[in-house]
């Protein structure tokens, strides 16, 4: 498999839709299949689009936070935005989805201009557009490279997608990668790209509810999880498994130290599931150096994200991460201490 340079970036990965598909029950089976197809027309919409870069980032009028919630009606992904219900400003919406998605924006907005003086993913106040209610009962969430798009889930294995501030913020950063190292999606540069997304998507959360690293849980998607399933999120930084046994999602396939890297072919070559190994490596990092992760080792790891280029693989992100707490703290100091023991606990 080729890489992808302009792919769609699904929180709910391949191999958790391919299980689902596999399911005994009727309904089940059919809406992964449908989650799966939807992604297929996207991925071809994609395409289609790559040869336009003017309309990856439209402005914000005044070049500062500017958000658009559309209504999807239900439609399937090859009709988006759908029509449009909630511009910057408007008051509340009587539609949760709408406000759900309105207000997370804004906190992964706010994020990065606060914590990381960055104005929107591209730098330059890019309006973030977000489309709700797509398709029928679907499961999943996604970033095409021109905006937001959220299922409302099935209401039993999975809840609105609109719901996980940490869901939004793991989108929308792709939205980021790409406007700065725009790395490959495919084999180990996929796996930093959607490691770098769990990561920031992590500490967004963790920045709005205040919490330190010793408080945060360290999971992506809690708040969608359905009773449909055992599991409480899609994957965790810890050295846990996210879930195991689950009858419904089965086993989490994430490795936690590169001894363990899946060497398949199958999700762009494990861009999903190598994830954990780089994801481990900040958590380890973070929690060595304590207090609120995004003052230090967010800063540490989003100066490395700029400093990366579209191929780059985990020794690379290890060395950039490296250098950049080396140059912001000082070489021998604390943090670059934990950034590297942090890398050297998974193996690197």
């Known amino acids: 498999m080729s890489p992808s340079r302009h792919p769609v970036h699904c929180i709910l990965p391949p191999?958790?839709?391919?299980?689902?598909?596999?399911?005994?029950?009727?309904?089940?089976?059919?809406?992964?299949?449908?989650?799966?197809?939807?992604?297929?027309?996207?991925?071809?919409?994609?395409?289609?689009?790559?040869?336009?870069?003017?309309?990856?980032?439209?402005?914000?009028?005044?070049?500062?936070?500017?958000?658009?919630?559309?209504?999807?009606?239900?439609?399937?992904?090859?009709v988006l935005p759908g029509k449009l219900v909630r511009e910057e400003g408007d008051p509340v919406s009587k539609d949760a989805a709408v406000n759900e998605a309105y207000a997370n924006a804004g906190h992964t907005y706010d994020f990065y201009l606060q914590v990381l003086e960055r104005n929107s993913l591209d730098g330059n106040g890019m309006t973030l557009i977000s489309s709700v209610h797509v398709g029928k009962s679907f499961n999943n969430a996604f970033w095409n490279g021109e905006q937001m798009a959220y299922g409302d889930g099935d209401g039993k294995l999975f809840l609105r997608f609109t719901k996980s501030l940490d869901v939004v913020a793991h989108e929308l950063t792709h939205g980021v990668v790409t406007h700065t190292s725009n790395l490959v999606y495919?084999?180990?540069?996929?796996?930093?790209?959607?490691?770098?997304?769990?990561?920031?998507?992590?500490?967004?959360?963790?920045?709005?509810?205040?919490?330190?690293?010793?408080?945060?849980?360290?999971?992506?998607?809690?708040?969608?999880?359905?009773?449909?399933?055992?599991?409480?999120?899609?994957?965790?930084l810890t050295e846990k498994k996210a879930y195991a046994n689950d009858p419904v999602l089965g086993d989490d396939p994430q490795p936690k130290h590169l001894k363990d890297k899946f060497t398949g072919s199958e999700d762009h070559g494990g861009v999903h599931i190598n994830s954990g190994i780089p994801n481990h490596a900040f958590y380890l990092a973070a929690t060595a150096i304590g207090g609120k992760a995004w003052q230090k080792a967010g800063l540490v790891w989003y100066k490395a994200l700029l400093a990366l280029t579209a191929k780059s693989d985990f020794a690379d992100a290890a060395e950039k991460t490296i250098q950049a707490a080396a140059t912001t703290f000082g070489a021998g100091s604390v943090e670059e201490k934990a950034v590297k023991a942090g890398w050297k606990g998974v193996g690197l």
Request: with cysteine; hydrophobic share 40%; net charge positive.
């Open 15 to 78: 191999y958790v839709l391919e299980h689902l598909a596999e399911s005994s029950d009727e309904k089940m089976r059919k809406l992964a299949i449908e989650a799966i197809s939807q992604s297929a027309q996207t991925r071809g919409f994609r395409t289609a689009l790559a040869g336009m870069p003017a309309m990856s980032a439209i402005p914000s009028p005044a070049g500062k936070k500017n958000r658009l919630v559309y209504d999807a009606k239900h439609q399937p992904v090859n």
């Open 186 to 236: 495919q084999g180990e540069p996929g796996a930093l790209n959607e490691s770098f997304a769990d990561v920031m998507g992590s500490l967004v959360k963790q920045w709005k509810r205040g919490e330190t690293a010793k408080q945060a849980d360290w999971q992506i998607g809690p708040d969608i999880m359905g009773a449909g399933v055992t599991a409480t999120c899609l994957r965790t």
